[in-house]
Every structure is written in structure tokens, then in C-alpha cells.
């Protein structure tokens, strides 16, 4: 059995067992992250798994999942275009910043809550929420060692090898940069064409599948041949690269529209955590029998 570290090293394992597991849902904006935590915990119901959504985005307009903690109440993305005279990208910044400082205010709203697992809605603009140190100490807090990453591609960007690899590298900084384990997740897969689906979970899986379609794009839009060849090189030895460190991206498709792959995320987190208190072991496939 290959153990899953945290960036402290410790064995996921042996950490405290009676704090539950922490989702934070990322991915660039329009992704689906807040539609995926609202099919989650209603479809987690269904399962009788305790599931507690959290919302960390001070600029979200509404909301359809339970929140157990809005961060909305310690920072409102409004007040602080209008208090520090902002437009909307140098408030996000700053509501990003601030509620990192109030983190342990954060800790002490949802210190003791009693479930099976927390599923944390992030900011829209990943960047936000990945590459600014407070926004470390943030995830650090809230996920007290039981942390993990689901990281959803655009199934509009993944259409294009160049979109995906940029989504495959996107995904691997992140993880870098937070040092959580990761699951990738090709959000809003229904609105992909059958033939178009398969393709992209191809590339997921087979990357000479992949390197064949990026010579192939590059290629077509550059404006001479060696400009395309570089390009395609270029993205190419990132994934080799990706590949020798054993990176394995792999992709799994999701809808919360039609409820796939929420069997697959629980199952994710079961993996790293263990079975959660009182959750029945019900992986993909005993779901999906019962839900049909």
C-alpha cells in the first residue's frame, strides 16, 4: 500500500482520524467549482455522508449550497471596492489577503464540527487561492493536515490539446505550490460531444496520443513549420518531465448536472483518509446500482 505524505511528511494515516477530511475544489473561473460542491453535498445525502460546505469566496453573488461558513460574512468583496476604492480585480486581491489574516477566525467557525467530510468552494481566479502566501496558511488552517485538491479542467479549454496541457501543467503547480494530494476532474463533461469526451479522456491517459495532437495544433497555427515544432517541444518535454517526476495526471469526467463522478471524488477521498464515520464503503460502482 503507497502512503500519501503531507507536505510536513507525515502519513496521512496517522494523523487525527477524528478531524474530518478537507476538499478544497479549485480550478479557473467558470470551471464548475461551486456547482460541484452544491451536487455534492446534496447527492452525499443520499449516501447518509455527513458532507459541510464551506464558501471561500468573498465575491460570490449566491450561493445554492448550505453553507456551514460564508467567509462572505467576515469579508464582503463590495465593501472592499468601496472602503479601499478599488475596481474589481485589485478588490479581489486584497479580500483574498484579508481573509487570509482572519484565518484563525475562520479555524474557530468550524473548529469542532462534527461530519464525515468538508468541502471547501474556493475563489473564482485560482490564483488567488494557490499563489499568494496567506492563502497558504489559509489552507493550512482550515485543512490541519487532512487536506486534499480537486483540481476541475474546463471541458470548453480541454477541447484544444494546447488548452489541455496548459490545464495539466496549471493543475501540477498548484499541487506543487500547496503540496496537497490532487485529483483532476474534467468538469461539465455533459456538454461535451461523445467523440469529443473520449478524445480528451484520451489524452488524460496516453500521452503519445497527446504529443501527436499538440505537433498536430501547432503545426496548423504557426506561421512557420520550426516555430510550430518548437512549441509542440516545448509543451512536450513539460510533460516528460511531468511524467519521469511520476506525475500522472489522469482525468476523471464529471457532471454535477447529471450527478457522474461525484461516486468518484467521495472514492478519492476515501483513498487518502480512510472510510469516514458512519459512510457505508459505497465506491463507484455499488453507487451508481443503487442509484439506478
Known sequence: MVEVLSPLGESMSSQDSTTPPVLFVVGTAG??????????????????????????????????????????????????MIEYELGPNGAQILA??????????????IEGLSCDMLIVDTPGQVELFAFREASSHLVSV????????IFLFDPMLSQTPSGFVSQMLLSSIVHFRLGLPTA????????????????????????????????????????DAQSGSQRAEFAIGQL????????QPGLTPLSSEHEDGLADV??????????????????????EHERG
Open 240 to 247: 516528460r518531465m511531468m511524467q519521469h517526476a511520476s506525475i
Open 184 to 223: 483532476n476532474f474534467l468538469s461539465k463533461s455533459d456538454l461535451l460531444e461523445p467523440e469529443a469526451l473520449e478524445r480528451v479522456l484520451d489524452w488524460g491517459e496516453n500521452l503519445d496520443i497527446l504529443e501527436a495532437a499538440l505537433y498536430e495544433e501547432s503545426a496548423q497555427q504557426a506561421l
Open 142 to 149: 482550515i485543512g490541519q493536515g487532512r487536506a486534499c485538491l
Open 31 to 80: 470551471a464548475g467549482k461551486s456547482s460541484l460542491v452544491t451536487a455534492f453535498q446534496r447527492w452525499a445525502r443520499f449516501l447518509e455522508v455527513d458532507v459541510l460546505a464551506i464558501n471561500l469566496d468573498p465575491g460570490a453573488e449566491k450561493v445554492d449550497y448550505d453553507t456551514e461558513f460564508d467567509v462572505r460574512e467576515l469579508v464582503s468583496l463590495s465593501d472592499v
Open 266 to 287: 467521495l472514492t478519492f477521498a476515501q483513498t487518502i483518509f480512510g472510510g469516514m464515520a458512519d459512510a457505508r464503503d459505497g465506491y463507484a460502482g455499488d453507487i
Open 96 to 109: 483574498a489577503d484579508l481573509v487570509a489574516s482572519r484565518a484563525d477566525e475562520v479555524f474557530d467557525e
